[in-house]
């Protein structure tokens, strides 16, 4: 069973800059059989996608909201992925919560992996993003 760790998180001011981690653990797992991603909640909100990676191929997909300040990365080396995010702003404050699940998931857009982490993968325990100024 997979387990996966974030960090990162923080309080920063709008225009500002933060790089969430996820690092991926467990028994017997193969790292880059995973599609994984980032979602995001914020208080009174539905959770919502925010970008994908498969492991494998390096193929990506963000949220429309992104709008091209983050990036998602991956280290295949270290079993982890990465969420680069520029111009942060208020609207942006929530926890952040890395995802993982097999392959297959990434073949979809963005919010295909939601079902996943149920299908033999795993959510993180979340980290805290809050931009004010």
């Known amino acids: 069973q997979v387990k996966l760790e974030e960090s990162g998180g923080g309080s920063v001011q709008p225009g500002g800059s933060l790089r969430l981690s996820c690092t991926a653990s467990g028994s017997g797992v193969r790292f880059d059989n995973y599609c994984m991603g980032w979602f995001r909640q914020a208080p009174g909100k539905h959770r919502e996608a925010v970008a994908r990676i498969h492991i494998l191929t390096d193929s990506t997909s963000y949220a429309d909201f992104v709008r091209g300040r983050f990036t998602i990365s991956q280290n295949n080396a270290e079993n982890t992925i990465y969420l680069q995010m520029n111009s942060l702003e208020p609207e942006d404050t929530a926890g952040y919560y890395c995802?993982?699940?097999?392959?297959?998931?990434?073949?979809?857009?963005?919010?295909?992996?939601?079902?996943?982490?149920?299908?033999?993968?795993?959510w993180g325990q979340g980290v805290q993003v809050t931009v004010s100024s």
């Open positions: 995802a993982a699940a097999p392959g297959h998931y990434c073949s979809g857009g963005v919010n295909y992996l939601e079902r996943g982490p149920a299908d033999n993968g795993a």
